[in-house]
């Protein structure tokens, strides 16, 4: 079992419409949890993190964490063909600086 | 606010030889991690400094280090490469090393062995 799994997709949604993004983890001293965004050829651009059961919202991005189910998810809003890109899942423990991704899922908005 | 920096961005090297590879914080980040990307392994953890000293290490040969100087910039160094070195070497840092703490990514170095 991988530590950090997510669909690797492609995922494609219209424009407009609301993305979601899933991503389960398996070490459950998991405290810390971010989203990355990369886009092909560059390196991966910090979106969302969420550290506490919940959800967090900036702007069209929203991260929701459930530790009991190991479970951290981010919805894009209004997509935009912009947001087309690969999104990195990553976790860390408390106190340790290692990000351990998952293998990253495709989104592509479609005009 | 400057971003992280890295050079080079692009190299070329040969099987046996070494590399090195250079890392400028984002001023004020103390924790600097280094990172490997393929398109087999995905994003692989390397390692970590903060405050000079290596404080985490991944699943990675001998070959592979690094070091941090006291202004924070660090390097990781390759010894002895193999085709299987080629990749993207990714550096993030972040403010605090607490795990905590968001890390930030420069642009990357790509690292071609042939």
């Known amino acids: 079992q991988k530590e950090v799994e997510q669909n690797s997709g492609p995922l494609s949604v219209p424009e407009g419409a609301i993305a979601s993004l899933n991503c389960t983890y398996s070490?459950?001293?998991?405290?810390?949890f971010f989203w990355y965004r990369q886009y092909s050829g560059k390196s991966p651009e910090l979106i969302m993190s969420?550290?506490?059961?919940g959800d967090k919202e900036d702007g069209r991005f929203t991260a929701q964490l459930n530790k009991a189910s190991q479970y951290v998810s981010l919805l894009i809003r209004d997509s935009q063909p912009s947001d087309s890109a690969t999104y990195l899942c990553?976790?860390?423990?408390?106190?340790?600086?290692?990000?351990?991704f998952g293998t990253g899922t495709r989104l592509t908005i479609i005009p | 606010k400057a971003g992280v920096t890295q050079t080079p961005r692009y190299l070329i090297k040969t099987r046996g030889q070494q590399v090195t590879l250079s890392c400028s914080p984002i001023s004020g980040h103390r924790s600097v991690s280094w990172y490997q990307q393929t398109p087999g392994q995905g994003l692989q953890f390397l390692f970590e400094y903060f405050s000079e000293t290596q404080r985490n290490k991944g699943n990675f040969p001998g070959r592979f280090s690094g070091r941090q100087f006291s202004n924070s910039r660090s390097e990781m160094n390759v010894s002895t490469l193999e085709l299987g070195d080629s990749a993207l070497y990714l550096c993030?840092?972040?403010?605090?090393?607490?795990?905590?703490?968001?890390?930030?990514f420069g642009p990357g170095t790509r690292l071609t062995v042939t």
């Open positions: 993030a840092s972040s403010l605090v090393g607490t795990g905590r703490s968001e890390q930030y």
């Open positions: 070490d459950r001293g998991s405290q810390s």
């Open positions: 990553a976790v860390t423990n408390f106190g340790n600086e290692k990000l351990t």
């Open positions: 969420i550290y506490s059961n």
